[in-house]
T-cell receptor, first 113, second 112 residues
Framework: ETGVTQTPRHLVMGMTNKKSLKCEQH?????MYWYKQSAKKPLELMFV???????ENNSVPSRFSPECPNSSHLFLHLHTLQPEDSALYLC????????????FGSGTRLTVV | QKEVEQDPGPLSVPEGAIVSLNCTYS??????FMWYRQYSRKGPELLMY????GNKEDGRFTAQVDKSSKYISLFIRDSQPSDSATYLC????????????FGAGTRLFVKA
């Protein structure tokens, strides 16, 4: 297992459900990220937290709501999602601004039905 | 024009072949360049990191950056079935910001 742990690994939810994705890192990194990965598309940056403050919100719909209670934990709260939101959601962490590379979790495979 | 272009493949080679994976980019200000490897049902893992132009070698892997052509490459020598994965190029500005731009990934199959 990598230094970044994501749960759950798989999630199926209806469009009216509310669920949360969890990410945890114990690498001592000070930045954490949410990325969306869809088939044959580049990774899409969703949110960035640095030292527990949100520093980037990449025009993500409000049905995605991030939370970073401390430097080791990151959540993505989901509500009233659409089928096109089905994708692999990846959490990552880094020591700086990402220029030294990210450590990714294994992702949560989300299916919206 | 996309900031980073990467051929999605798939690329299929026999075991032992030399593999060449490439990306082109449009922003001449990019300073750091990376290659990630992503196995099925896993997150990407950092494979190679280079800063500015030149070559970097690590075992069977060589990363090459040509800033004048805005072109980066990853070479895999003596390819193995265990190298079968999706390879993502990534690059960005070392300004303390948080935006690394990723390519869409090239899917590689190495046949035994």
């Amino acid at each position: 297992e990598t230094g970044v742990t994501q749960t759950p690994r798989h999630l199926v939810m209806g469009m009216t459900n509310k669920k949360s994705l969890k990410c945890e890192q114990h690498l001592g990194h000070n930045a954490m990220y949410w990325y969306k990965q869809s088939a044959k598309k580049p990774l899409e940056l969703m949110f960035v937290y640095s030292l527990e403050e949100r520093v980037e919100n990449n025009s993500v719909p409000s049905r995605f709501s991030p939370e970073c209670p401390n430097s080791s934990h990151l959540f993505l709260h989901l509500h009233t999602l659409q089928p096109e939101d089905s994708a692999l959601y990846l959490c990552a962490s880094s020591q700086r601004g990402g220029g030294a590379g990210y450590t990714f979790g294994s992702g949560t495979r989300l299916t919206v039905v | 024009q996309k900031e980073v272009e990467q051929d999605p493949g798939p690329l299929s080679v026999p075991e032992g072949a030399i593999v060449s994976l490439n990306c082109t980019y449009s922003n001449s200000a990019f300073q750091y360049f990376m290659w990630y490897r992503q196995y099925s049902r896993k997150g990407p893992e950092l494979l190679m990191y280079t800063y500015s132009s030149g070559n970097k070698e690590d075992g069977r892997f060589t990363a090459q950056v040509d800033k004048s052509s805005k072109y980066i490459s990853l070479f895999i020598r003596d390819s193995q079935p265990s190298d079968s994965a999706t390879y993502l190029c990534a690059m960005g500005l070392d300004t303390g910001g948080f935006k690394t731009i990723f390519g869409a990934g090239t899917r590689l199959f190495v046949k035994a």
